[in-house]
């Protein structure tokens, strides 16, 4: 009799441990790479801003049940702003902690060694912030792109030089993909609209700490702008030093930036009285219409760090979101499926509702219309919301409220 029953309560107890395996791998997590900067050399304060702004969509795709009866589980990598640290963290995220996408991108030199992996692994990859044309053109079906991107800026930053009647301008560049990129597209772009405009760009060392050799020069022959294509920490100083050589902001001088300064919350701790009257082409500013999933992401930010939100918040949480939602439309994590997903669906994100570009060329893959603004700065310590709004979606450029210092 017993041996009878033996067979049965094995079986029994076999199913039952089967059937717990399988609940176990339904609800096994999703894992996401997040490849980002942690340590210097690269820009840490963006790092730190991409983070809070994916680890609060997670917890709110999380809250509401996960995607696919499954939890999302973000994995860090620190590329410390180096190409080939970027490299190899998504090669470890992908072949090691397998992951099903890699995003958090920032820095555009990072990116494109990143890329380059994920394209060999066929492993879609979401740039949350690298703007350099090159990460678009090469035309990689895995690569998608959540921020604007430097040639569609410089027609931005290029509209404004017309309209504000300048006729000479200096930028600064830092010495990366991103700023040497910029600087040129602007050129480009300038040449296009504006021929008659003298523009030069220097190339800047990002690891310096004296640029005054490249500022002194402009004491005696001050241009119409200067014109900030760098990132912090080089940037503050670059600002610091044209403020002590009353170079710019001036009566004579604007001081323009086209990097989002002003959107790092460290800016007026670096910079105090050099960022007064500063001109900021920027991607967010409060009083731009955005939808209410904005305002749900900007509360949990600043409920989380105490500071006003901004551009990279909301392009670190539509980079996540676009990842979720291509893995509900696909009802998949294989990538091939993914990407098919990415690029057919329209996206809702933080920033409004985009369609995927399928056009060849630094359009490829790109969250079409990105809103932009140009906003002033006209106190120290101004937070975004009170800044001075000249130019935005649906709101023509206005230069009759614009402030200069009085010498």
């Known amino acids: 009799m017993t041996h009878l029953l033996a ?40 790092g730190t801003q991409v983070k809070d702004g994916v680890e609060i969509v997670k917890d709110m795709v999380n809250k509401a049940g996960g995607v696919l009866g499954r939890p999302i589980e973000l994995v860090y990598e620190d590329n410390q702003g180096i190409p080939e640290k ?13 992951v099903v996408a890699v995003t958090g991108g920032h820095q555009s030199s990072v990116c494109l060694a990143e890329i380059e992996v994920a394209k060999r692994y066929n492993i879609p990859y979401v ?17 998608f792109n959540a921020p604007i991107y430097s040639s569609r800026v410089a027609e931005s930053i290029a509209d404004t030089i017309v309209k504000l009647g300048l006729k000479r301008v200096v930028a600064f560049c830092e010495n990366t993909d991103y700023g040497i990129g910029q600087a040129k597209a ?10 008659g405009v003298d523009y030069k760009y220097e190339t800047l060392d990002r690891a310096g700490k004296d640029f005054t050799p490249a500022i002194l020069p402009l004491r005696a022959n001050p ?20 403020y002590e050589q009353r170079i710019a902001p ?28 500063m001109l900021n082409f920027a991607l967010y500013h409060p009083d731009m219409k955005l939808p209410s999933l904005a305002k749900q992401v ?24 676009f990842v979720v939602d291509a893995i509900k439309q696909a ?77």
């Open 7 to 46: 067979r049965p309560i094995k079986f029994i107890v076999a199913a039952a441990a089967a059937g717990v395996m399988l609940a176990a791998s339904a609800a096994e997590p999703i894992k996401i790479g997040i490849s980002i900067t942690q340590s210097p050399p690269g820009s840490v304060v963006q």
């Open 86 to 98: 970027g490299r190899a963290a998504t090669e470890k995220l992908i072949t090691l902690d397998k």
């Open 127 to 143: 740039n949350t912030n690298c703007w350099a044309d090159a990460v678009r053109s090469k035309g990689y079906p895995q690569v």
């Open 186 to 195: 602007i050129a480009e772009a300038l040449k296009q609209k504006a021929p």
């Open 223 to 242: 241009p119409d702008a200067v014109l900030m294509v760098m990132l912090p920490p080089p940037a503050y100083i670059v600002m610091n030093q044209l």
């Open 250 to 277: 001036s009566a004579k001088t604007w001081l323009y930036d086209s990097s989002g300064l002003a959107d790092y919350p460290d800016f007026w701790q670096n910079v105090k009285e050099a960022g007064k009257y």
């Open 298 to 321: 900007g509360d949990a930010y600043k409920q989380r760090t105490k500071n006003d939100p901004n551009r990279l918040i909301f392009q670190a949480a539509d980079s996540l979101l």
């Open 331 to 407: 009802k998949s994590t294989d990538p091939n499926a993914m990407i098919k997903a990415m690029e057919s669906m329209k996206f809702e994100g933080t920033r409004g509702q985009f369609t995927i570009s399928r056009e060849p060329g630094v359009k490829y893959h790109q969250m079409v219309d990105i809103p932009s603004v140009t906003y002033q700065i006209t106190e120290v310590n101004q937070p975004t919301g009170k800044t001075l709004l000249i130019e935005g979606p649906g709101i023509p450029l206005s230069t009759a409220k614009l402030l200069k210092p009085a010498k």
